[in-house]
């Protein structure tokens, strides 16, 4: 009675979200007819709209909560919940903190988990500077001060693993173990990414085709990418990405799909999760500079994905454990949250 009481009870509660979130889509279908820029886009009054829907999205997740702390002059936010020691969560391009949400209650039982929305992204302030991953690495090790930590275990997703990487890298006498799911900290080997995709890397029915990631170029241009995708053309984009790097069927569903692009629909968050990118040349002269890690090390990388993380932690950290996971695209925590699990619970104990 009581598990079908608290599954009755999320599934009111993931309609309300879905009533938030449907005039956004129907002002993206409105833009589409009109050619206008919905107001939700442009509006400064509607600055507080992803804390909203974060403070919605929270309650589905039972013993968690909203937490927000101003560190390097910004403000960051994050959802934390369970006890034990801390385990900081960073996510990627173009997600929130919401998309460790399937894994989140299960590590709970044995961490303090942090998913945190990392500079630029969701409800996390946006600057116009500060996003080569030594400085965003740098709002998480303030982060972890201010919380009352003085070591964690850290873990991170497409660009959040590039920021947990520098973290290491830069401060490994705070980090006790880090995990990195798909992709590796940009290197000179970024330079040498072709400009022409392998053949087959669009045949959306081959679910098994290798992903080519053009995206890293496009929204490494300054301003272009911004102006080519307000409005009407970001639903498109993003919705192709979400689907093209899946492994055979859509990772994430119309409503989740809906979630993220609303936390990056604003310009602010366009140019910020844009500049991540845009950081990328002075990640690798970072890099550069980095000794090899001593930390111990887990990486996770999908068979479909865009990874090259196996072959970068051989060569650049100490016996790290490496692990490929069958039939799965770039999408891993929300692709395959119980191999997830099973692979933190192992590596962080």
Known sequence: MLRTKLKTLKIARLLIITLMLFPLYLAYKLNVATGTVPTFITASSDSGRTENIDEELVKTLQGFHNGNKTVNGIKLHYVEGGKGEPLFLLPGWPE???????????????????????????SSDKPTTGYDKKTMASDI???????????????????????????????????????????SHPDDNMLKIPLVAPPGSYDVSNPARAKFPWWWAFNNVPNLPEQLLQGKNLDIAYNWAYDYLSYDKPALNPQEKAIYIAAY????????ANDWFR?????IDDFNTYKKLSVPVLGIYGSTGI????PFLKENTMNPKV????????WIPEEQP????????????
């Open 96 to 122: 929130t903190w919401y998309e460790y949400r399937k894994v989140m209650p299960e590590l709970a039982k044995y961490y303090h988990v942090y998913s945190i929305d990392i500079r630029g992204m969701g």
């Open 141 to 183: 090790y303030a982060l972890m001060n201010e919380l009352g930590y003085k070591n964690i275990y850290i873990a991170g997703h497409d660009i959040g693993s590039t920021v947990a990487y520098a973290f290491a890298a830069n401060y490994p006498h705070a980090t006790k173990k880090l995990a990195m799911l798909d992709i």
């Open 265 to 272: 629909a604003k310009p602010d968050a366009l140019r910020a």
């Open 279 to 283: 950081a990328f040349r002075q990640d």
């Open 307 to 310: 990874s090259d993380l196996g």
């Open 323 to 330: 692990v490929e996971l069958k039939r799965t695209g770039h």
């Open 338 to 349: 119980e191999e997830i699990i099973k692979q933190f619970k192992e590596f962080f104990r």
